[in-house]
């Protein structure tokens, strides 16, 4: 009897990073432009830095919270980079038309793995277009109920997008 054993790995490239994010993009100006919360260029410059950051495997995930006039939550989706992908059917963009209210803020929060060392910030900022900023911001969602969300993905490189609604 002949027995063979083998070990197959996905490889993913910037492309597949951009086509992933490219679809987070797209949630992200369906969201400014239902809520009224931010323009379409702010979301663009929140979109190329997250692109940027993925790129260069610093990103770990993305939230993003519609508040109310009061400061409450009414929705959030968390966006989480996946490098082993392969599994991932992924989705279209959409899903994420949310209410527009009087005085929406629109909330983003960045997540960065282990390798977003001292230098690595100081050698990503000129090309960012955001000053981020620290934040110690409860992005638990414990106000809303999770729902299901979607999945980008591309040859092995990935964002799991998770809802949260009321």
């Known amino acids: 009897m002949n027995t063979t054993t083998g070990t197959a790995s996905q490889t993913y490239t910037k ?4 086509k992933v994010v490219r679809r987070f993009t797209a949630d992200l100006l369906m969201i400014a432009q239902s809520t009224g919360a931010i323009t379409e260029a702010t979301a663009r410059d929140w979109a ?11 990103l770990a995930s993305v939230d993003l919270t519609l508040l109310d006039n009061n400061g409450l939550e009414v929705r959030a989706v968390r966006y989480t980079v996946n490098n082993a992908a392969g599994e991932l059917e992924t989705s279209r963009p959409g899903g994420v038309m949310w209410p ?8 983003i929060v960045l997540y960065y793995n282990t390798s977003y060392t001292a230098a ?4 990503t900022q000129p090309r960012l277009k955001v000053a981020w900023s620290p934040t110690g911001v409860n992005t638990s969602h414990a106000s809303l ?5 979607r999945d980008y993905a591309s040859n092995g490189w990935g ?7 009321a």
């Open 15 to 18: 492309v597949d990073i951009e």
């Open 48 to 58: 190329n830095d997250v692109e940027l950051l993925a790129k260069n495997e610093y």
């Open 100 to 107: 527009r209210m009087a005085n929406p803020f629109l909330r």
């Open 120 to 123: 690595a910030q100081v050698a």
């Open 145 to 149: 109920v999770a729902g299901r969300g």
């Open 159 to 165: 964002m799991q997008r998770k809802d949260y609604g």
